[in-house]
């Protein structure tokens, strides 16, 4: 049996799902990763500064108008749409199926896609809230503001409710996801290097029968996967839509 045949049986018997993603399965829908020739922290920015050092919390409370310049222009991706991956994955969503995702990106594409148990380590660019008051606002807020976003209502600095450096995860969010991860008899694991700790040191608490990889470059992970696809998860999609998955 080829291992895409493989593959889309084992979809096709699990019950408890979990898909963990990570950048490369944006990239379809126009969005670079971080770490390849032409992702986020190879290009040049034009500012003096690495991208690695203004998307730190420290810069944001010094510079918060720099780091609006950067955001704004390397980060957020307002037009982009879910991609044949992202559908794939919400689709699974049927017959009675448990399927949580849980992500490192930041772009809510698969809540977009349809996934409706979805686990944001790293927060989402959709999510701002006011640092003084705490109202909650959509992206507009960040993106008609020119220059340094503030509350209407406070005054304060808006902030997006994403993960920086030099902040800590959302443990409600972390320990939704572990949860998932342990009680899954699949984990699907997408477009991700996992060199990004803690979120890659997730996967040791999966205790299920099939670990899948599916990345165009090879992970350290690899030697324990069930299946291994160095592939564009696209092409992966597709083939499994053509089996009947």
């Known amino acids: ?20 993603t990570g950048a490369g399965i944006s990239v379809p829908s126009g969005i670079p990763d971080f770490r390849s020739a032409d992702g986020l922290y190879n290009r040049d920015s034009g500012l003096k500064y690495r991208p ?5 919390r420290s810069f944001f409370d010094r510079d918060p108008a720099l780091f609006y310049e950067f955001y704004r222009s390397a980060m ?9 991956a992202h559908r794939f994955f919400a689709s699974l969503e049927k017959d ?14 698969h809540q977009a896609a349809g996934s409706s ?4 380590l790293h927060g989402a660019v959709t999510r701002n809230l006011c640092m003084r008051c705490g109202a909650k606002y959509g992206l507009d807020a960040v993106l008609t503001e020119e220059k340094v976003p503030h509350c209407p209502r406070c005054g304060g600095v808006i902030k997006p409710d994403v993960v920086l450096y030099e902040e800590p995860l959302d443990m409600d969010v972390v320990g939704g996801a572990v949860d998932a991860i342990e ?3 699949t984990l699907v694991v997408v477009g991700t290097s996992l060199v990004v700790y803690p979120a890659a040191s997730y996967l040791r608490y999966f ?6 990889l599916i990345n165009k470059s090879e992970t350290d992970y690899d030697v324990r996967a069930d299946l291994a696809f160095h592939r564009d998860v696209v092409d992966v999609v597709r083939e499994l839509e053509e089996l009947g998955v």
């Open 117 to 120: 148990r979805v686990f944001e």
């Open 52 to 56: 690695e050092q203004i998307i730190s």
């Open 183 to 185: 009680r899954a008899d």
């Open 76 to 84: 957020i991706y307002p037009d982009a749409k879910p991609n044949k």
């Open 207 to 212: 205790r299920g029968g099939n670990l899948i």
């Open 96 to 109: 009675g199926r448990d399927v949580a995702v849980v992500t490192q990106n930041i772009d809510g594409l």
């Open 1 to 20: 049996m080829k291992d895409i045949e493989r593959l889309a049986a084992i979809l096709k018997a699990s019950r408890r799902l979990v898909v963990f």
